[in-house]
């Protein structure tokens, strides 16, 4: 099988390497990351000017109609950054959302200002005892139409403090799944903001008659929020992947400078055994990325779902290995600030909580094959 | 005005060189290349020469193997109009490479030329000067800024222990500094369109230029390994080193 990145994908991929290389150090991500907003605003106009927030979307609305492949790539890239810029939650999982549910005029507004750089919004599926199981949300939404009443309480909504609106999945009258549209300053939210273990940003949010239009015409969209979770899964893998690769790179590099007994460590056999493991799992972890972006672009809902399910699991699993491995390696530095090596665990952390860890989804999958 | 811009494709700046065991040559199996940095800042000048409305067109062209051709697809991403390829495995010594390039340069007809001031794998610093001397243009090299006004091109060049300003009539040929520009990013509608642009690949044999070899690799070596650092007991003892050891001071 032939995995060569064609030359478009190969140029974008050049174009965000020389980004992190050039414009994202790790001392300018740290100092975006601690600043008031979380950050940085030139790098979100830098991304909507270098056409990256159009990357998945329709040419109809202002996009450049990438598939997971090409978003995978763009990700991959960013993800060696650490970015802390709300893409994912803007333009992988809200715009996402809004380009399969939302009707032609609200893809023209909505997906327009997204590519402009002009709008932030932020996605809020996740509740307390909802991580990922959407059947199991029980915020709900009332009304139909431009008059929708929200009610309830979402947690870990990523960047909703940046966010001017949010997408909001809610439990309808009728028993659905629905998505709503809500103004991210709209009377009756409360929100606690925090930051986030991994130094991005995240809120939970209570709503309390909170006025919302529907979006699109449709109030059962659970398949489609899924797919949007699909999506994000193969997006934060990505980035989960490069993190390995370069927390596997530099623990190579490290052991190959730092001396005990008079020799580098590199030469212990148990470390280099510790250190072929960690290249394993990243191996196993990338071919599994392949697969699910291959799956997920082909269309087919159910193996779309069971290849995002996989990719969470090994991924979660992989990144918990080459994370502990780098660390114990690099000693006690491998945990301090000024380190990226502890940095980048901790983003491999959040990223194994995110939309289902990887214990949620082999105990899904266990069951779906039980059941079958 | 149109402007011909040379490019060459070289290992990227942020991969870590590796020697042949044998010390033939630097090894590039499974080695990321990429357009030369100083060659990138050839593009970034016409390109802002283009959006000043001065140049009209943009022609990158690249001497070197089939595979050139990503880096030329790159320079059409960043703004160039069309691409030539002269395509060549052996032989792209400097001398070489500026015969091939004034036939080029015959064809185009171009008013200015901009190149890299030289190429971060061979380090030679040759081929826009030869370029200049065969093609009967003058030359400015090392170029930090660069005017343009009234078929006059001003250019200051940066020079041992200042800056020097040196005016010349068009066609002529510039080769660039670090300091001339920042190059752009590659913008994606810009890196889909670059596909569609032309991109038109010569050989030798059809600008009738022979290569011969003038010079011979004879080996390559990596530099030599750092020594671990030292913990001295007085600043005397730090004195004494740096003088006597590093012969520093």
């Known amino acids: 099988m032939d995995f060569a990145l064609n030359d478009i994908q190969q140029m974008l991929q050049d174009s965000a390497d020389k980004f992190i290389h050039n414009k994202y150090d790790f001392e300018t991500r740290q100092k975006h990351s601690k600043s008031e907003l979380g950050y940085s605003e030139d790098n979100w106009q830098l991304f909507a000017e270098l056409g990256w927030l159009a990357l998945p979307f329709e040419e109809e609305f202002g996009g450049l ?30 715009g996402n959302a809004i380009q399969r549910c939302g009707t032609d005029e609200q893809k023209a507004e909505l997906i327009g200002s997204i590519v402009g750089g002009e709008l932030k919004l932020a996605f809020a599926a996740t509740e307390a005892q909802a991580p990922a199981d959407i059947k199991a949300i029980t ?41 709503y549209i809500v103004d991210a300053s709209a009377e009756g939210i409360s929100a606690h903001h925090y930051p986030t ?18 979006l699109g015409d449709s109030n059962d969209v659970a398949a489609a929020i899924q797919a949007v979770l699909n999506d994000a899964v193969v997006a934060v893998s990505a980035e989960a992947v490069s993190l390995m690769d370069k927390m596997l790179n530099a623990t190579v590099e490290y052991t190959k400078v730092r001396k005990q007994f008079d020799v580098p460590i590199a030469k212990f056999q148990v470390l280099q055994h510790n250190m072929v493991d960690m290249f394993m799992e990243c191996e196993q972890a990338r071919s599994m990325l392949y697969y699910a972006a291959i799956t997920i672009g082909e269309g087919n809902a159910e193996a779309a779902n069971k290849a995002s399910q996989f990719l969470k699991w090994k991924v979660g699993q992989a990144a918990r290995l080459v994370g502990q491995t780098a660390v114990q390696l690099h000693g006690g530095m491998g945990v301090t600030d000024e380190l990226d090596v502890g940095h980048m665990f901790k983003r491999l952390t959040m990223i194994n909580t995110l939309f289902g860890s990887m214990d949620y989804h082999l105990d899904s999958l266990v069951k779906q094959r039980q059941a079958a | 005005m149109k402007v011909l811009v040379t490019v060459k494709r070289v290992i990227d700046y942020n991969v870590k060189i590796r020697v042949k065991p044998d010390g033939s040559d630097v090894d590039l199996t499974n080695v990321k290349m990429a357009i030369n940095p100083f060659c990138e800042i050839a593009v970034e000048e016409a390109v802002r020469l283009k959006e000043q409305g001065i140049a009209s067109e943009i022609v990158v062209v690249s001497i070197g193997p089939a595979n050139a051709q990503e880096q030329l697809r790159t320079a059409l991403a960043l703004g160039a109009d069309r691409a030539i390829l002269v395509e060549s495995e052996a032989n792209t010594e400097s001398l070489n490479v500026a015969k091939l390039l004034a036939k080029v340069v015959e064809q185009e007809q171009p008013s200015l030329v901009i190149m890299g001031k030289q190429a971060i794998d061979s380090d030679n610093n040759q081929t826009g000067q030869m370029l200049a001397a065969l093609c009967d243009m003058p030359q400015a090299t090392f170029a930090s800024e660069v005017r343009i006004a009234d078929d006059k091109v001003t250019v200051t060049r940066e020079i041992d222990g200042g800056l020097q300003t040196l005016a010349m009539p068009l066609p002529a040929v510039v080769t660039t500094d670090l300091r001339l520009n920042e190059p752009r990013f590659a913008k994606l509608p810009n890196i889909m369109k670059a596909k569609r642009k032309p991109l038109e690949t010569l050989t030798p044999e059809t600008l009738g230029v022979s290569l011969s070899a003038h010079t011979r690799l004879v080996s390559v070596a990596p530099p030599a390994q750092r020594s671990a650092g030292v913990k001295v007991a007085s600043v005397e003892e730090l004195v004494d080193k740096l003088k006597n050891e590093a012969k520093v001071i």
């Open chain 1, 65 to 94: 109609d990438g598939n997971a492949t090409d978003v995978m790539v763009l990700m991959t890239e960013l993800g060696k950054g650490l970015l802390v810029e709300p893409y994912v939650s803007t333009v992988i999982m809200a």
């Open chain 1, 139 to 179: 915020t709900t939404a009332t009304g139909s139409g431009d008059s929708v009443k929200i009610n309830g309480k979402k947690s870990v909504v990523l960047h909703a403090a940046s966010a001017d609106k949010l997408i909001v999945a809610a439990r309808t009258d009728t028993d659905t799944i629905g998505l």
């Open chain 1, 197 to 214: 273990n991994d130094g991005g940003r995240a809120s939970d949010l209570t709503f309390k008659d909170v006025n919302a239009t529907q």
